[in-house]
């Protein structure tokens, strides 16, 4: 008995295709957490430091006559730098995909400037003064994020303080504040709160705490560099904000479309902050 199945009409039955997905990205974090600058242009921006001034007994009757020298030196320098990200798309490509490829295409650009620029900060880290992690191969451990802070209120770094550390990281001190209430009783809510709901933005041990997946990760040993700062450590300095722009090639039928930024990052008070290396082994 003949028997008309679907692989015989097959090829003449169009593909169902579902609307791309992006590729996932981290949201863009640690712009908000560092000391913002902005300017027009392209010139080396100088951030001057001020010498600290100590008081001194003085006896009665005596005209003090040794002042401090109250001048300025340079601490560090901002030289802004471009990026760009750019995809080019044929008329072809344009005209038959199903959605709209160009801003489809214009969103993930963006995506990428975003990225580019949480990476930069968040590579920053290993420029803070000290190391206060249990170092490579180590797993991360509350009692080493709280020396870190230590160290910072030692420096007097001012509130607030951040942590920001790779989601491995964090998983580590997860596992850690999950240990019977006896060793945590001192925790109470918090670390019940992080058995709930797997992450505490803060405050915890006296600091707000942020998980960024935009920190690197070596690949032997598979460490991670996190971060403990106060936001006057890091600097990001904007220049120019990300522009998109598309250009036809007529000869080519396709569209150019290119998004630029220009910014500078850097380290800005290195002893208001201390960098944290640790294991990041997939849990």
């Given at each position: 008995m003949a028997i008309t199945k679907y692989a015989d009409i097959s090829s003449y039955i169009n593909t169902i295709y579902e609307r791309a997905l992006f590729v996932a990205r981290e949201q863009n974090l640690m712009t908000g957490l560092v000391t913002p600058y902005s300017a027009r242009g392209w010139m080396s921006r100088v951030l001057p430091i001020h010498p600290e001034i100590t008081a001194v007994a003085v006896a009665d009757a005596v005209d003090f006559n040794q002042p401090t020298t109250f001048g300025k030196s340079t601490e560090m320098t901002l030289t802004p730098d471009e990026i760009i990200a750019q995809v080019l798309l044929t008329d072809r490509a344009i005209e038959t995909d199903p959605d709209n490829l160009r801003n489809d295409a214009a969103l993930e650009l963006g995506n990428a400037i975003a990225t580019k620029i949480d990476i930069d900060l968040a590579s920053d880290f290993g420029g803070l003064a000290a190391e206060k992690g249990p170092g490579t191969g180590a797993t991360a451990t509350l009692a080493k994020f709280s020396a870190a802070i230590a160290y910072l209120r030692n420096n007097k770094a001012p509130s607030p303080i951040y942590i920001v550390l790779h989601p491995y990281h964090w998983h580590d001190i997860w596992m850690e504040l999950g240990q019977p209430a006896a060793s945590y009783a001192m925790l109470g809510d918090l670390a019940n709160q992080a058995m709930r709901d797997y992450f505490v933005a803060?405050?915890?041990?006296?600091?707000?705490?942020?998980?960024?997946?935009?920190?690197a990760v070596g690949s032997t040993p598979p460490d991670a560099v996190s971060g403990v700062f106060n936001p006057q450590a890091l600097a990001f300095d904007s220049r120019r904000a990300p522009r998109l722009e598309a250009e036809r090639d007529a000869s080519l039928r396709a569209w150019e479309v290119n998004i630029t930024a220009g910014y500078a990052h850097g380290v800005r008070r290195s002893e208001f902050g201390v960098y944290y290396t640790a294991d990041a082994t997939a849990p």
């Open positions: 803060g405050p915890l041990i006296g600091a707000r705490w942020f998980v960024n997946a935009n920190i």
